[in-house]
């Protein structure tokens, strides 16, 4: 075993993957927000899952309940050869390794209703909280960032604490839109407040986060015993917050690299675009779209993982493996994903082309993109 591998020996990841992403306008009108396309590279949910897979957590646990099935098959495909790392599908597990497995277009069993991320670790206590396991890592499936959570690992155990959350400093005017933490000089947190109206703090919780076993299964208990109007069945509303008041040691790991919480139509295309001016090695990403990594051009100010044909002009954009930029078109400050088309003599602004739509007239802007039909 590596140095890594028995570092986190006794970790367990249970990725949180069930929102409907319903803020995601007509991005997610055929897709679960996890498989979402990003940065011409990948799926949203790929990026927990290289850092897991990279950093030896020796298993991660599926936390899903939005159009499974997909996801499931997208995971069997390519996150379940990793001989360090085993990913486990819950109660679909035996199911889906099963020499049958699922078939095509097959939807696996609906999983019960959950009203929050807290009642996903419920209804998966037993994957989350089996024989061997000490800490569980709680990720993200929309959260966009590279990082090794050995260290983390480490600082969690050698302090002795119950829970350690990551937290990254940001713009004192985008606190509101996250859980603003409070630290005292030991990096103990002393509060957390979920999208604070007046931000005091300039330090933010990144959701993803490690706990103690036997100290979640307390605190979960004790909000099970609130009735289900006691407590919103949330991590960050109830369940920190609750360790923080009743004296558990929550502590903070500062990260500094690039980390991009996504959630809205206008935060998908901004951060990819943040991506042209971000040392995030395009070779560092995963690479489920096409196998290959994507490609910096400088000339275009751009991440392609398709062509740019003479007579395009591209500028500031991303431009995902499979789409088509005719000659004569004019991408700028935009994402095109898989499978879209801008025809020729169109010019396309600030905004997203959705997968397998051919755009035949200018476009600028995210207003046809931001309510979904559904």
Not at 30 to 57: E, I, Q
Not at 166 to 195: N, P, T, W
Not at 206 to 222: G, M, N, Q, S, Y
Request: aromatic share 6%; proline share 7%; hydrophobic share 40%.
């Amino acid at each position: 075993m590596s140095a890594r591998a028995g570092g986190l020996a006794g970790v367990r990841a249970g990725l949180l993957a069930g929102g409907l992403g319903e803020r995601m306008g007509r991005l997610t009108d055929r897709s679960c927000k996890p498989l979402v396309p990003y940065a011409a590279a990948c799926r949203l949910v790929d990026f927990s899952l290289v850092n897991a897979v990279r950093s030896g957590v020796p298993e991660v646990v599926l936390l899903s309940l939005h159009r499974e099935s997909d996801l499931a098959r997208h995971l069997l495909r390519h996150w379940t050869g990793h001989p360090g790392t085993r990913i486990h599908f819950g109660p679909h597990d035996e199911l889906l390794r099963s020499a049958g497995g699922l078939a095509d277009g097959e939807p696996l069993p609906p999983r019960p209703p959950e009203r929050g991320t807290a009642d996903a670790l419920l209804a998966n206590a037993e994957y989350l909280f089996a024989p061997g396991a000490r800490d569980v890592l709680v990720q993200h499936a929309d959260h966009v960032y590279l990082m090794d959570y050995a260290p983390m690992v480490a600082a969690h155990r050698e302090s002795g604490a119950d829970c350690t959350i990551g937290v990254q400093r940001i713009e004192l005017k985008y606190v509101s839109l996250f859980g603003m933490v409070e630290v005292d000089g030991d990096l103990r947190v002393r509060a957390l407040v979920e999208k604070p109206a007046e931000p005091t703090s300039d330090l933010v919780f990144t959701a993803f986060c490690l706990f103690r076993i036997d100290t979640l299964r307390e605190v979960l208990a004790e909000l099970s015993a609130l009735g289900d109007d006691g407590w919103h069945h949330d991590i960050s509303a109830d369940v920190l917050p609750h360790m923080i008041a009743t004296g558990r040691r929550v502590s903070a790991f500062p990260i500094s690299c690039y980390w991009a919480d996504i959630g809205t139509v206008e935060r998908y295309r901004v951060e990819q675009l943040k991506l042209l001016d971000l040392p995030m090695d395009p070779l560092a990403m995963p690479r489920t779209l096409s196998g290959a990594p994507p490609r910096y051009l400088p000339e275009h100010h751009s991440l392609v993982g398709a062509s740019v044909p003479p007579g395009a002009v591209v500028t500031g954009s991303v431009l995902h493996p499979d789409c088509r930029v005719e000659p004569g078109a004019v991408v700028r400050g935009s994402v095109v994903l898989p499978g879209a088309t801008v025809a020729d003599g169109v010019t396309v602004a600030e905004t997203i082309v959705l997968a397998g739509e051919t755009v035949t007239e200018d476009r600028h802007g995210l207003t046809a993109l931001t309510a979904s039909p559904r």
